[in-house]
C-alpha cells in the first residue's frame, strides 16, 4: 500500500534554506527589543543625571546630590533595569530550541539587578573603610556606566547587534573619562555624552532593526514578504 501522505520529503538544500529562514526571524525578533533597551537607559542616564546635576548646582557647594535627588536618580536606573530585565527574559521565550535561548535571557535579564546591588554594597564598602562619602560622587556614576558598558556588549553579542556592542564599548570609555571630569560638572558631562548617545543610537538602532526586517523579508520570498 502506497502511503497517503502527499508531502514530499524536502531536499538537503531546502532544509537548509528553511533552517536559515528560522534562524533569521529568531535573530530579527530578538534584535527588535535592542532599541527600547536604549530608550529606557537614555532617557534614565539624561534625566537622571540632569536632576543631579541641577540639585548639586542649586545648593552651590556640596558634590554629592539630596537625598530626594538621589531617589529619583535611583528609581530611573531602577525602571531602566526592569525594561532591560524583561525584555531579555522574553527575548527567549517562544523560540525553538529555547532551553538555552531561555537559559541567556534569564541570566542576562537578572544580572542587571544583581550587578546594581553588588555595586551599592561595594561602594558602602568602601566608605566603611575610609573613602570620603564625596567620592561617591566619583565612584558610583563612573561604576555604573562601566557595568552598564559591559553589559551592552554582552547583549549585542547576544543579538547580533552592532549598536550594542558600540554603545557598550563608547559606555565603557566614557566611565574612565568621566572619572576625571571636575565636579559637578562630570554629571552634566554623564548627561550629555551618556544619555544623548544612548538616545542617538537607539534611534539608529530602530533603522537597523527595519533594514534588518527588510533583508530577512526578501531572503524568505516574495510568499513573506
Do not use: K
Request: no cysteine; hydrophobic share 55%; aromatic share 12%.
Amino acid at each position: 500500500m502506497e502511503p497517503t501522505n502527499d508531502e514530499t520529503p524536502l531536499t538537503p538544500a531546502q532544509m537548509l534554506a528553511l533552517l536559515e529562514d528560522q534562524q533569521r526571524t529568531v535573530a530579527g525578533r530578538m534584535a527588535s527589543f535592542v532599541p527600547w533597551i536604549l530608550l529606557s537607559w537614555g532617557v534614565a542616564w539624561l534625566a537622571g543625571f540632569l536632576i543631579l546635576w541641577v540639585d548639586v548646582v542649586l545648593y552651590d557647594g556640596p558634590t554629592v546630590p539630596s537625598v530626594p535627588a538621589g531617589v529619583i536618580f535611583g528609581g530611573l536606573l531602577a525602571a531602566a533595569a526592569v525594561v532591560s530585565m524583561v525584555l531579555g527574559i522574553r527575548s527567549g521565550r517562544g523560540l525553538r530550541g529555547t532551553r538555552e535561548s531561555a537559559f541567556v535571557g534569564i541570566v542576562y535579564g537578572n544580572m542587571w539587578w544583581i550587578g546594581s546591588i553588588a555595586l551599592i554594597v561595594i561602594g558602602r564598602a568602601l566608605v566603611d573603610r575610609g573613602m570620603p562619602v564625596a567620592l561617591l560622587a566619583v565612584f558610583f556614576p563612573s561604576a555604573y556606566f562601566f557595568y552598564a558598558g559591559v553589559m551592552y556588549v554582552m547583549s549585542g553579542l547576544v543579538w547580533r547587534a552592532r549598536p550594542m556592542v558600540l554603545l557598550g564599548i563608547w559606555s565603557v570609555a566614557m566611565s574612565a573619562v568621566g572619572a576625571f571630569v571636575p565636579l559637578p560638572t562630570h554629571y552634566l558631562f554623564y548627561a550629555i555624552a551618556g544619555g544623548g548617545a544612548f538616545l542617538l543610537v537607539a534611534a539608529w538602532s530602530t533603522w537597523w532593526v527595519h533594514l534588518a526586517r527588510r533583508r530577512v523579508a526578501r531572503a524568505a520570498g516574495p510568499d513573506h514578504a
